[in-house]
């Protein structure tokens, strides 16, 4: 449709600015892009977001066997960048609505956007207990992928009952010599992770302790010694070498914050059917949107939805299909 | 003045091909540690950074000082760099 402009102002101006470059993002980005509509996205960690630091993705379409979160994601990428997505590193800190145009503040400076897509997803909770924020890095850690490698032949301890807990206390096995899995209550993880973790319980690899809550990371010397944790009211140690956490997600909205754009109560962002937020012209997709089933294909489907939904704005009218 | 640098990775680190893409994009030489390759490494990376993580890079300017930064962190990869 349009490049880069520096009309009346050295403010960049684009078609569309995305903020994120997740699944959500991507996905819309080859949508936008295909249709020559000129599209940024801004990015302030790793393409692909959670989907991207993720061992192994069983459950993307089109992938029979499954596919390393790491390559769905850098594939996602090159596709959107095949057909001329950019994607700028930095961080979108505030929204403006000036009527036409959007005017984002970034740690580039300021951009000016015909539509906005906010895609910021998630990323992993803490959990805010003694010790967590003393040793991270250091013993308390985010991502299997990135430093599991650091635990060969160790003790770990998992926190956490949901997908990701028993997807990434799986993948750890390839390096730890035992994991002690604490979950708060029961485990939530899908059916087919279940199975899977059955196996791992079998061999000794994995154990399970159920309604065992995280109290605390203790350590010495610069080092995780164990974690304190309680059990129907006592007190149970857990020795460890290191510790993974897998708590479920912080939704990444802070930036919308005083923000004409309006979040409901577990902060992800409103929209009306047409993923159109409070703030006319900026739009919604991902784990980030209200009801969200944080899946990448439902990501990747609503990130795909939402390019077709701006392309109409753009437009200035409903694509002919719902005339 | 950059005299060389060293990246610690792993194989399956999304992080670390970022660190990589930048240096390149700068173009910038570096040597690669992968400590899934080279595990018997992790103590040198451990003591080097202080952090159990990857990527850790470490730049070692032409008066023999050196800087280390631990995970992809443009704002102070690219300064160490530059």
């Known amino acids: 449709m349009r490049g880069v402009q520096m009309a009346d102002t050295d403010i960049p101006k684009h078609d569309v600015i995305i903020v994120g470059a997740g699944p959500a993002a991507l996905s819309a980005a080859i949508y936008t892009t295909r249709e020559d509509i000129d599209t940024l996205l801004f990015e302030r960690g790793v393409p692909g977001g959670l989907a991207a630091i993720t061992d192994w993705v069983d459950n993307y379409p089109g992938f029979p066997e499954g596919v390393a979160g790491l390559e769905l994601a850098s594939n996602l990428q090159k596709q959107a960048e095949r057909f001329g997505a950019v994607i700028e590193f930095g961080e979108v800190l505030k929204i403006h609505d000036e009527g036409k145009w959007k005017r984002l503040e970034t740690t580039s400076g300021d951009m000016l956007a015909r539509a906005v897509l906010i895609a910021t997803g998630s990323d992993y909770k803490k959990i805010g207990v003694p010790g967590e924020v003393e040793y991270y890095a250091r013993g308390v850690h985010y991502c299997a992928t990135c430093d599991g490698a650091f635990y060969r032949d160790k003790r770990l301890v998992v926190i956490g009952g949901g997908n990701s807990a028993v997807q990434e206390s799986i993948f750890l096995t390839r390096f730890a010599s035992h994991i002690d899995l604490l979950v708060r209550s029961t485990v939530k993880a899908s059916e087919i992770l279940q199975d899977d973790l059955q196996t791992y319980v079998d061999s000794g690899k994995i154990t399970v302790h159920l309604n065992t809550a995280t109290e605390e990371i203790v350590g010495e010397d610069g080092k995780v010694l164990h974690v304190i944790g309680k059990q129907h009211g006592k007190r149970v140690d857990f020795p460890t070498d290191g510790v993974f956490v897998f708590v479920g997600l912080k939704p990444n909205s802070e930036f919308l914050k005083d923000s004409d754009i309006e979040l409901d109560h577990l902060h992800l962002v409103k929209s009306n059917d047409d993923l159109q937020t409070t703030m006319k012209g900026v739009f919604v997709a991902g784990d980030i949107h209200s009801g969200a089933t944080m899946q990448i294909a439902s990501a990747a489907g609503e990130g795909a939805t939402a390019a077709l939904k701006i392309r109409e704005y753009l437009e200035g009218h409903k694509h002919p299909i719902q005339n | ?82």
């Open chain 2, 1 to 82: 003045m950059v005299k060389n640098i060293t990246i610690f990775t792993t194989t399956t680190c999304a992080y670390c091909p970022m660190v990589k893409k930048y240096l390149g994009a700068k173009g910038l030489q570096y040597d690669e540690v992968n400590l899934d390759k080279n595990p018997e490494r992790q103590q040198e990376a451990l003591a080097i950074s202080g952090a159990l993580t990857v990527p850790v890079t470490v730049i070692t300017k032409h008066d023999d000082t050196r800087e280390v930064v631990v995970g992809y962190n443009l704002a102070k990869l690219a300064p160490a760099v530059a």
